[in-house]
């Protein structure tokens, strides 16, 4: 015979001090959890959404990085008459020869410095990043000593206002512009003219960390590996742009998903203590109750799954609080370091139904291990010794 699941929601409400202490531990583990993780999913997607499938990012073949890449003027001219690429209005090739590095620059925050990515960018990079668009000031001239900053740039380092003069290298450079890149990873940046910035750092104007090229459509990115790869004078590799920038998301993804994981790890451990207290207690205390049960003819199969039923129910209520206290964290923007560029990155938390739904689980598997044990003591108590009891 089946026990009223009714029963086990009275049980909850009439010990609801002890449930508390459960559900509140619950909580926080699942609110840790799923913090973590969209930390580590807000991080990959502003990666990610750097790249386009209709670019390709070209750079030293073994480079795992634009910070280790390097190419020569001579390697753009060769790559800019390859086939596969897009030209733009005017017939010019959509290729982007672009120098980046980084510069201290202080955090609104906190006031000490941060890496700040800057990048010396050609004057078509807007047609080739279609997704950046200028929403405060104008372009940079090229020729000039002149910057664009990212929407977060502007937002989160301190100087990096519109009209305003900053110190980056040995040049003063005048802000007359801020863009906003979507979410990705270039709305941290300082843009400006590529053959200004590298020699502004010490860098000979002849040398570029990567190039970007704005392909004819997706497919032909095939076309251009051909090419390159035939070509003798060239020792590069051609790679999809969002497929390199997935792919420099995933060291500090793997870090903070780890470390989460072994927080949330340790922090279930305890959950776990506590369900299983106050399930042990729900069973001292309710040894009348069932071994009435048994008597009345429900088995001990019954009255596992009646317990099960209990502790799932309180760690389903730990699992939704701590869902529902991490929502306000959802587009909250933080900060880190790109492990690969060592460069700072603003990004937002990332909550997603999947992450929500994973909590929920995560709490419930918390709920059966702690209530398994102490569900098969109630199972196994001695019918006649308990109804002396009464």
Partial sequence: MAIPVIYNFR??????????????????????FVAMLSLARGFKATLVSSGSEDNAIIMRAGATSEMTGGVTIDTVKIIQDKPGIARGADGSP??????????????????????VEIRGVSKNVLEIRKNIRIVEGRMFTPGLNEIVVGKNANASYAGLTLGNTISLGSVNW??????????????????????????????PDIYFQSITVHLTSASALQQLKDAATADPRLNVDVTREIDYYS????RLTKLITVLGGLVAGVMAIGAVFGALNTMYSAVAERGR???????????????????????????????????????PLNGLTTGAMNLQTFSHVAFAFRITTEL????????LVMGLVGGFLPAVRAASMPVASALREL
């Fill in 94 to 115: 959509l290729v982007t020869a672009e120098v980046v590095l980084v510069a201290p620059i202080p955090l609104i925050s906190t006031g000490t410095d941060a890496n």
């Fill in 356 to 363: 929500l739904v994973r909590g929920i689980v995560f709490a």
């Fill in 289 to 327: 109750e069932i071994a009435t049960m048994r008597a009345l003819g429900f088995g001990g199969p019954s009255v596992v799954f009646s317990f099960v039923i209990e502790a799932l129910l309180i760690a389903f209520v730990g699992g939704l609080v701590g869902c529902i206290a991490v929502l």
């Fill in 174 to 203: 005048k802000i007359v512009g801020i863009f906003d890149a979507g979410g990705s990873s270039f709305d941290s940046d300082v843009w400006g003219d590529a053959h200004l910035i590298g020699p502004a750092f010490n860098r």
């Fill in 247 to 250: 792919k420099q998301s995933n």
């Fill in 11 to 32: 049980s909850v409400k009439a010990r609801w001090s002890s449930a508390i202490v459960a559900v509140v531990g619950i909580a926080g583990t699942v609110g840790v």
